[in-house]
């Protein structure tokens, strides 16, 4: 039998000096009109929008892991979601792509027996963000881990600063100083506010300009394990 939970988590956030209600929970169909519609913000043209989720990714999000589905509302405004599916991870063969691991986004790939939470999106509405929100995502899903009683969450994140300094740095140096805080990077530096810990660089993980094409493997382990 498939490993399943519910997630539910109420709280109050800070959004411009007021306290405001906010919901952690699993997305489920009722939401998917939402979904796609931080997708288009999160992602303006000339980003196409048949890469945002359709309805199809999204049913088979919930069909295929539920407990990887989160969603996360402020004063009863869906503000982001956060998507996930186990695999089996083999530390010492860690390359792969985004479109391999997470069936292209539709996660038929999901594997009940796996051991690992894999990370396949994150979007945040921009005029929620600086408020917190992914972390407290990524944190959410942290708690699936351990109530799941997986070893990892795992996903490849995008360095999306890297081209700006390709012509200086190969992309592991490129890591090294954005560890080290002498550069910033957008999606890097956050993953590693959520206490990720880059593990290896997969080459032509995702057909991104600004990254290269590299992706970074980013690990939090679970520390009961």
């Known amino acids: 039998m498939d490993k399943q939970i519910q997630y539910y988590s109420d709280f109050y956030i800070n959004a411009n000096g007021k306290n405001a209600p906010a919901v952690i929970r699993n997305y489920d169909k ?3 009109e939402q979904l796609i519609q931080i997708q288009a913000e999160c ?50 063969h860690p390359e792969h792509t985004w479109e391999e691991v997470t069936d292209n986004g539709y ?44 070893k990892r969450l795992l996903g490849g994140g995008r360095m999306p600063g890297y081209h700006r300094l390709a012509d200086t740095l190969s992309p592991e140096e490129y890591i090294e100083e954005v560890v080290s805080g002498n550069v910033k990077d957008p999606v890097i530096s956050f993953l590693l506010r959520c206490g990720r810990k880059p593990i290896t ?7 991104d300009n600004e990254s290269l094409n590299y992706g970074v493997l980013m690990e939090w382990k679970n520390p009961f394990i």
């Open 107 to 150: 996660i038929r790939t999901h594997d009940s027996q796996g051991d690992t939470l894999y990370i396949v999106d994150i979007s945040v509405k921009p005029k929620f963000r600086k408020l917190g929100l992914g972390k407290l995502l990524m944190e959410a899903m942290y708690h699936v881990v351990i109530q799941l009683n997986l």
């Open 201 to 207: 660089i997969c080459k032509n993980y995702l057909e």
């Open 43 to 92: 992602f303006p043209p000339p980003f196409p929008s048949d890469l945002w989720w359709n309805e199809e990714q999204l049913m088979s999000h919930i069909q295929h892991f539920p407990a990887g589905a989160l969603c996360i509302e402020v004063d009863g405004e869906l503000a982001g979601s956060l998507t996930g599916l186990m695999i089996k991870f083999d530390p010492n």
């Open 30 to 32: 009722n939401d998917f």
